[in-house]
């Protein structure tokens, strides 16, 4: 069955070290997004792609990085880890293109810790 | 992107039907109303969408006001497993792909 997974599931890390969350969806899905979630808060966008070579800024974007050199995988980097960067990070992968119509695919998350 | 409204939380007794909520007086003529549940220590989850028209699928309906500025998520009989954070969230369908979440309801499901 096509899934998508996310790892490490938890990780902790150290200020100021670069850290690579990875994510692989095996849906073929044109569409991936990273997501990150705070105590009492919804999930806010971090980026996204479109495609192959395609990345597009979130509304909280600063200090992380993605590239996309497959289809299949959109790992999110963080170039020098902040302790406000704690947070549970989603992934997730659509089908469609610019259709507001498709449904996201989630990853079960990584937690992630900033000491 | 135009905004959603809905209650922090709610309450419901398993086994009876469940309606939640949501306002979205902004909406545009080209949003779709899409609704996504996530189980605790889980990613989201899509549970269903729709433009105009209601709509049912084997999780939920979707019932929708003839002025679009609000709709209703369905759930037939709740069971403890749908205890979850409901998000209601619109989507241009010229734009695609993003979603931009809110707060949600919380619901919970007692036995």
């Known amino acids: 069955d096509a899934e998508i997974t996310q790892s490490p599931r938890h990780k902790i890390t150290e200020t100021g070290r670069q850290v690579t969350l990875a994510c692989h969806q095996t849906?073929?899905?044109?569409?991936m997004f990273w997501y990150r979630q705070d105590l009492g808060h919804g999930l806010r966008l971090i980026h996204y792609?479109?495609?192959?070579?395609?990345?597009n800024k979130g509304e909280v974007s600063d200090g992380y990085s993605v590239s996309r050199s497959n289809t299949e995988d959109l790992p999110l980097t963080l170039e020098s880890a902040a302790s406000s960067q704690t947070s549970v990070y989603f992934c997730a992968s659509s089908g469609r293109g610019s259709i507001g119509a498709d449904t996201q695919y989630f990853g079960p998350g990584t937690r992630l810790t900033v000491l | 992107d135009a905004k959603t409204t809905q209650p922090n939380s709610m309450e419901s007794n398993e086994e009876e039907p469940v309606h939640l909520p949501c306002n979205h007086s902004t909406i545009s003529g080209t949003d779709y109303i899409h609704w996504y549940r996530q189980l605790p220590s889980q990613g989201p989850e899509y549970v269903i969408h729709?433009?105009?028209s209601n709509v049912n699928n084997r999780m939920a309906s979707l019932a929708i006001a003839e002025d679009r500025k609000s709709s209703t998520l369905i759930l037939h009989r709740a069971t403890l497993r749908d205890a979850a954070v409901y998000y209601c969230i619109l989507r241009d369908f010229n734009q695609g792909g993003k979603l931009i979440f809110g707060q949600g309801t919380e619901l919970s499901v007692k036995p």
């Open positions: 849906w073929n899905h044109n569409n």
């Open positions: 729709g433009l105009t």
């Open positions: 792609s479109y495609g192959v070579q395609d990345t």
